[in-house]
């Protein structure tokens, strides 16, 4: 049955009808005074116009009533997901999981008490995964679980269908909120019934996260792989984090981690043999755990023999820059070149020193890190090429810049030259000379220090705040008044304070493809007392290593790649930089870059762009459509070399077994559509309910004529025609 329905306002019927009248009115004025069948027409177009545009105010709706002939569909549509391997549903005194007791359901067809009155069919949906061909939003290549994708296919597979019981632990992770679906359910009148399978508390567990592995290191170096262990345990446990290759251990971390806890750790080694390896990093099982899977991580890591080099550039040798020389000369993985630059005097010379700044892209190239101590641009210094050559170099070629500053305060002048975007902090004009105190003064690590690498000077991170309150203190810091945005505070001044808190004195800050490090004193040399090069070289070499790590991810004589991040997982947007130099060791800006992506057996063709600045970068981006070993094969046209790379692409799983089921979300899509909620004990008492709800035997479609797109282009037409007719006609 079809029926027409209107709805107008008050106001708007008022309007209508005095539209409609007036306009009455002016037509048959218009055809006394006319003469002729034309403008009779005109003025009859006119009158339908306005009783098209009046019928359009009342709100035309087609109704029309379906009447139900057949059984009424319901849908069982059950969770066949990773999550609901999750052993948390009581059965007796023991506990099976929510697969188990979904198979047991479904095996004894717990929808009989239905079947009399309502035909039910049964529909499961599952893990989304990357070789599904499946778009999902949130990342296309993830594994996990669509509730609202799942809910919308079964509506469409079945259109008839009268009801939904969902039977699920609520776990969604990908794609858009169940909570749409539930609208387009209450829309179509499909109230959806729900099933919470699963506890919603945790399980007991101990759990072994956020394993971060280097995709490389240099032979002889202190490998440092943070952890992070989370307890779902009531109690507290001692236990040990053992890190393995090839089956043999070769570094193990005890920890104690409290009840409902976490422990952020490290593990470390020094590398002694070159090669490719898989790092195993696990931690043994409790007693009362219930989930084997989380105990264990690992990934490869690439052992390279690699000489760094670094240019230390001063003005004065001061104690600072003594010390610091004295570190990265004696430290085996260093190549060091100082520039001491004595203003008005003769500039320094001997072993490991030149004469003059390297003035050119591939002279300053080779440099890994630079060191500014306290220098500025102009007064027989640096110059503003110099400072262009530099922002280009850590910009585009991913190396690092290490701002020393000192009491001449130098730094200053950088303030109006390219390197002030390259400054992590914002100087204070009012101290121009720096903060000098009578006693001595202590660092003080933040949180994001305490557990950073750079900053790493123990080998036991819950000891590393402890050494760093022990350090010898300084007597003078830098003039800073806050970090810039994006920048992170790595060490903080102990006492002083301004209106942003505690001044920053070790500051990280990235900046194009490279780092910088701004570094508050000049008294890292006193660390050295009474324990002599433990802390000074070790935090020296570690900036080194840290700040190069990117430049060097993979590199010949002529082709340079780096790529961020440096661990992607499936799915993420991993851009790719490639520096290409011809034979003399110039950057080629001109060159047409390609590369050639395989995994297994799938291929991708990249084509790269050239990035302005002179400095011989090129740049593209791989979305990877799969995990495994990456072969990246980057090659120049103009130089005909090529570079093959190896990269990691991890598994991104969202399903967790263990997580406590979202029964709230599941009470919304209940509550939305008019259904109702229950726990999985309580699914009789569901059954009932829906076998006694009224249900209706119609189904009532709307068409709403007034706000289709083609009835106001018909309406638009007609008054185009009335327009172009009364021009014609020479009315207008």
Not at 121 to 145: L, N, P, R
Not at 283 to 309: C, D, H, Q, W, Y
Not at 439 to 467: C, D, F, P, Y
Request: glycine share 8%.
């Amino acid at each position: 049955m079809t029926l027409w329905s209107y709805t107008i306002s008050t106001p708007a019927l008022v309007a209508a009808i005095g539209i409609a009248l007036a306009t009455i009115v002016c037509s048959i004025r218009a055809c006394r005074r006319s003469r002729g069948r034309r403008f009779i027409a005109l003025e009859a177009l006119r009158l339908i116009i306005v009783a098209l545009l009046v019928f359009t105010l009342f709100k035309p709706e087609r109704l029309t009533h379906t009447s139900y002939t057949e059984q009424p569909l319901h849908l069982v549509l059950y969770d066949m997901s990773e999550s609901m391997a999750t052993l948390d549903v009581a059965d007796g005194n023991t506990f099976i999981t929510r697969a188990e007791w979904l198979q047991a359901q479904l095996e004894n067809e717990f929808w009989r008490p239905l079947s009399s009155d309502f035909n039910v069919q049964t529909v499961g949906f599952g893990d989304i995964a990357a070789d599904s061909g499946d778009a999902v939003e949130g990342g296309m290549d993830a594994i996990g679980t669509d509730l609202n994708k799942a809910l919308n296919d079964a509506l469409t597979q079945y259109p008839d269908a009268r009801a939904v019981i969902l039977l699920s632990d609520g776990d969604w992770n990908l794609g858009r909120s169940p909570v749409q679906a539930a609208v387009a359910c209450r829309r179509r009148g499909v109230p959806v019934y729900t099933v919470g399978v699963g506890s919603h508390r945790h399980l007991p567990d101990l759990i072994l996260d956020e394993v971060r592995i280097p995709s490389y290191a240099l032979l002889n170096e202190q490998i440092a792989v943070p952890f992070r262990v989370s307890s779902k345990l009531d109690r507290d446990v001692e236990t040990a984090v053992r890190l393995t290759v090839e089956g043999r251990v070769l570094a193990e971390r005890s920890i104690r981690v409290p009840a409902q806890g976490e422990v952020n750790d490290m593990l470390s080694w020094r590398a002694d043999n070159l090669g490719r390896y898989y790092i195993d990093v696990r931690l043994p099982l409790e007693s009362e755990e219930k989930i084997l899977e989380n105990n264990e991580a690992g990934g490869f890591i690439a052992i390279r023999e690699e000489t760094l080099k670094v240019l230390i550039v001063e003005s004065e040798p001061r104690w600072e820059y003594r010390y610091l020389r004295n570190a990265l000369t004696r430290d085996p993985g260093v190549d060091v070149d100082c520039l001491l630059m004595h203003p008005g005097m003769r500039r320094g010379d001997g072993h490991n020193y030149i004469r003059h700044f390297p003035g050119s892209r591939e002279k300053l190239a080779q440099y890994d890190v630079i060191f500014l101590g306290d220098v500025g641009i102009g007064g027989n210094e640096l110059t503003e090429k110099d400072a262009t050559l530099i922002r280009g170099l850590i910009e585009q070629q991913a190396s690092g810049l290490v701002f020393l500053p000192g009491s001449r305060g130098r730094i200053f002048t950088m303030i109006e030259s390219p390197l002030a975007e390259l400054l992590p902090v914002t100087l204070d004009p009012e101290q121009p000379q720096g903060l000098a105190a009578a006693h001595e003064s202590r660092w003080e690590i933040t949180t994001r220090g305490e557990a950073h690498l750079l900053t790493s000077l123990t080998r036991q991170s819950n000891k590393n705040r402890r050494v760093w309150q022990e350090l010898p203190g300084f007597y003078w810091a830098a003039p800073v008044a806050r970090s810039k945005p994006g920048a992170h505070v790595l060490a903080v001044h102990g006492s002083r304070r301004n209106e942003w808190g505690r001044l920053p004195l070790i500051v990280l800050r990235p900046f194009g493809n490279g780092q910088t490090l701004f570094m508050g004193t000049d008294s890292a040399w006193r660390w050295r007392r009474g324990v002599e090069d433990k802390y000074h070289y070790r935090f020296w070499g570690q900036v080194v290593r840290w700040m190069s790590h990117a430049r060097h991810l993979a590199h010949d004589q002529d082709i340079r790649v780096f790529h961020t991040p440096e661990t992607p997982q499936r799915g993420d947007t991993v851009f790719i930089n490639a520096n290409i130099f011809d034979d003399s060791g110039l950057p080629l800006s001109n060159d047409i870059v390609t590369a050639t992506v395989t995994i297994d057996d799938d291929q991708q063709q990249l084509e790269f762009e050239a990035v302005e600045g002179g400095w011989g970068l090129y740049r593209t981006k791989w979305k990877p459509a799969r995990s495994g070993t990456a072969e990246v094969v980057v090659s120049s046209r103009t130089t005909g070399n090529s570079l093959t790379s190896l990269l990691e692409i991890t598994s991104v799983r969202r399903e967790k077994i263990g997580q406590p089921a979202r029964r709230s979300v599941l009470r919304d899509i209940s509550r939305i559509t008019g259904g109702s909620f229950v726990d999985s004990a309580d699914v009789s008492q569901l059954l009932e309910a829906i076998r006694t709800a009224p249900l209706e035997h119609q189904v009532m479609e709307r068409f709403k004529l007034w706000s289709t797109w083609w009835w106001g282009l018909i309406i638009l037409g007609l008054c185009t025609t009335f327009w172009c007719l009364r021009k014609a006609a020479g009315v207008i």
